[in-house]
């Protein structure tokens, strides 16, 4: 009887693992058939870019983390926080390798914002927003600015991440000719340039970053490139440093 029973529980704790073992490699099936949520290494983006500096300096980000626009680092709408990119200007071959810590942008069509220090080299800075092309690599890539140019590789039916977008307004840009923690010394410097030209638009905008005043001289309104160009050197002939801003991001 005894004997009879150590059978019947063998049999059972036999059919007990075999279940087990059964549930464990459905399970581990299952797990190998899921997509994971990390981002697919050597995807393409194509589109614009823009830059954001100064005015969000240490402004809390999407991912959490501080936004310092001395580090390599980028906003996209969906990737995940964390994702390298390689970012080239196509017209010269240029290129940064970034990471996004950061959601946007969510205008013009642009599929990136890059820190400044990471726009400068690619000339976005200067231009205030251009056409890239990003590709995602490895997380050991090193962030900064890639050696040498690189080739962009040519647009590929199979890019599942090639981003359509439509055509945007023509860009305008204004000459910023400085920036003051001080209203009056903001105030000053927005009498001289109007003593300088009478007719030329000047004022002073007012912003407010990590709790400091920040007035910035703002001369012109929506101009075209090649206007803004020749205010800010009219400015620099009469001893006033500035600096051509894209109106759209200011």
Same mark, same amino acid.
């Given at each position: 009887?005894?004997?009879?029973?150590? $059978?019947?529980?063998?049999?059972?704790?036999?059919?007990?693992?075999?279940?087990?073992? +059964?549930?464990?490699?459905?399970?581990?099936?299952?797990?190998?058939?899921?997509?994971?949520?990390?981002?697919?290494?050597?995807?393409?983006?194509?589109?614009?870019?823009?830059?954001?500096?100064?005015?969000?300096?240490?402004?809390?980000?999407?991912?959490?983390?501080?936004?310092?626009?001395?580090?390599?680092?980028?906003?996209?709408?969906?990737?995940?926080?964390?994702?390298?990119?390689?970012?080239?200007?196509?017209?010269?071959?240029?290129?940064? &390798?970034?990471?996004?810590?950061?959601?946007?942008?969510?205008?013009?069509?642009?599929?990136?914002?890059?820190?400044?220090?990471?726009?400068?080299?690619?000339?976005?800075?200067?231009?205030?927003? +251009?056409?890239?092309?990003?590709?995602?690599?490895?997380?050991?890539?090193?962030?900064?600015?890639?050696?040498?140019?690189?080739? &962009?590789?040519?647009?590929?039916?199979?890019?599942?991440?090639?981003?359509?977008?439509?055509?945007?307004?023509?860009?305008?840009?204004?000459?910023?000719?400085?920036?003051?923690?001080?209203?009056?010394?903001?105030?000053? +410097?927005?009498?001289?340039?109007?003593?300088?030209?009478?007719?030329?638009?000047?004022?002073?905008? $007012?912003?407010? &970053?990590?709790?400091?005043?920040?007035?910035?001289?703002?001369?012109?309104?929506?101009?075209?490139?090649?206007?803004?160009?020749?205010?800010? $050197?009219?400015?620099?002939?009469?001893?006033?440093?500035?600096?051509?801003?894209?109106?759209?991001?200011?």
């Amino acid at each position: 009887m005894k004997f009879k029973q150590r $059978q019947n529980l063998s049999g059972l704790l036999m059919m007990w693992l075999t279940a087990l073992l +059964l549930v464990a490699t459905s399970l581990s099936s299952f797990a190998d058939d899921t997509p994971t949520a990390t981002a697919s290494k050597g995807a393409v983006l194509r589109g614009r870019a823009s830059w954001y500096g100064r005015e969000h300096q240490g402004h809390r980000t999407s991912s959490g983390t501080r936004f310092d626009r001395n580090k390599y680092t980028c906003a996209h709408k969906t990737l995940p926080f964390g994702t390298k990119l390689r970012v080239t200007n196509p017209s010269n071959g240029k290129a940064v &390798v970034v990471e996004v810590t950061d959601r946007g942008p969510y205008r013009h069509q642009r599929i990136l914002d890059l820190s400044e220090i990471a726009a400068r080299p690619l000339d976005i800075v200067r231009m205030g927003a +251009l056409g890239v092309v990003a590709e995602i690599v490895p997380d050991d890539t090193p962030l900064g600015p890639v050696a040498g140019t690189v080739t &962009v590789p040519e647009p590929e039916a199979t890019d599942v991440a090639v981003t359509e977008t439509t055509p945007e307004t023509e860009a305008t840009y204004v000459v910023q000719a400085g920036t003051f923690g001080e209203l009056r010394n903001a105030e000053a +410097l927005m009498a001289q340039i109007k003593s300088l030209d009478a007719q030329l638009p000047v004022a002073v905008r $007012q912003d407010n &970053v990590n709790g400091r005043p920040l007035n910035r001289v703002i001369v012109g309104q929506r101009m075209p490139r090649s206007v803004a160009d020749d205010v800010w $050197q009219r400015l620099q002939n009469r001893g006033i440093n500035g600096l051509v801003r894209q109106a759209e991001n200011l």
